[in-house]
């Protein structure tokens, strides 16, 4: 279980849970597997999801009332989050520590516009990776991020490993996170509890959003990411989700600092956020700070 947190402390894992077997998606434990990549570069970069378009109508000094993207009507657009508890006690307590009012629709729409946004961008940073020639300021971004080139191979490559390299690897993961926000898989609650998520400990307000990997796969929202909702932070909110699927994906592989940069979420979060030309947060950059030498 990993708690978003917003204190100095950065992105703080909160317990270790034991490895459990997920389902639908396959575990990662075992990188030779994964039947992800086919062992061959493209010339140009492959499909890149859509993103929805984003906005605000009918906005007042009290309520937020989410829209979708122009000519776009809600039944046309893609539902990425098909389960979603928010009770009126919950509603309430996000109305509380956000000082507003707001339409009961408004935070499901929230997580929809989030999980659009998250896919859309791990697709994309993972599309970058499959081009050859890669482009100087993928190579750069990622750098900065891993800490290696892309085409770096690690002695510990299986011989018939499915990736080539340290690209191949990061692109297979970017995509495993993005196929699980985009298949509707996840649980979300709008307001985290240990009723709704039993291991987290902390109390809502104190992070952006907390996940576990057991039976089900399971976000619980805090104060954090509502913030950012209404302050229309997108950056923040579609990262939050990229963060914690990594954690639901592959478990105690991509924790944080302590084992290295490809174990760190941060370090995705950093890759993503960047090559995506969006808002780098000062606690994801402090939690995988920037590369200073040369790969």
């Known amino acids: 279980m990993y708690i978003y947190d917003r204190q100095s402390t950065g992105l703080q894992r909160a317990c270790d ?4 077997a997920l389902q639908p998606a396959q575990r990662f434990d075992s990188l030779p597997s994964v039947p992800m990549i086919s062992g061959h570069w493209t010339r140009g970069p492959r499909p890149i999801v859509t993103p929805r378009e984003v906005g605000y109508v009918g906005q007042d000094h009290r309520y937020y009332v989410p829209s979708f993207g122009v000519g776009q009507s809600p039944a046309a657009a893609k539902k990425r989050v098909r389960y979603f508890t928010c009770t009126s006690q919950d509603r309430e307590n996000i109305e ?11 935070l499901r729409e929230a997580v929809e516009t989030a999980a659009g946004n ?76 240990p009723k709704y998520c039993t291991e987290c400990r902390r109390q809502p307000p104190t992070y952006f959003a907390c996940s576990s990997w057991g039976k089900r796969y399971v976000i619980c929202l805090g104060t954090g990411f509502w913030k950012a909702w209404r302050d229309r932070d997108e950056a923040k909110t579609a990262s939050t989700l990229v963060h914690e699927a990594l954690h639901i994906y592959f478990g105690s592989l991509i924790a944080h600092g302590e084992k290295g940069r490809y174990g760190n979420a ?20 402090a939690a995988c700070a920037r590369h200073a030498n040369p790969c």
């Open 118 to 193: 998250a896919v859309s961008w791990l697709w994309n940073a993972g599309s970058t990776l499959q081009v050859s020639p890669r482009a100087a300021r993928t190579s750069q971004l990622f750098c900065e991020a891993f800490g290696t080139t892309q085409g770096f191979v690690p002695s510990w490559r299986p011989a018939n490993a499915k990736w080539i390299d340290r690209g191949d690897l990061v692109t297979i993961r970017l995509r495993r996170a993005a196929e699980i926000l985009d298949g509707g898989w996840i649980r979300y609650y709008c307001w985290g509890s």
């Open 96 to 106: 509380k520590a956000l000082s507003m009012s707001i339409l009961p629709n408004a």
């Open 17 to 20: 849970i034991h490895s459990m």
């Open 266 to 285: 941060n370090c995705y979060q950093r890759f993503v956020l960047l090559i995506n030309d969006q808002f780098l947060h000062p606690v994801t950059a």
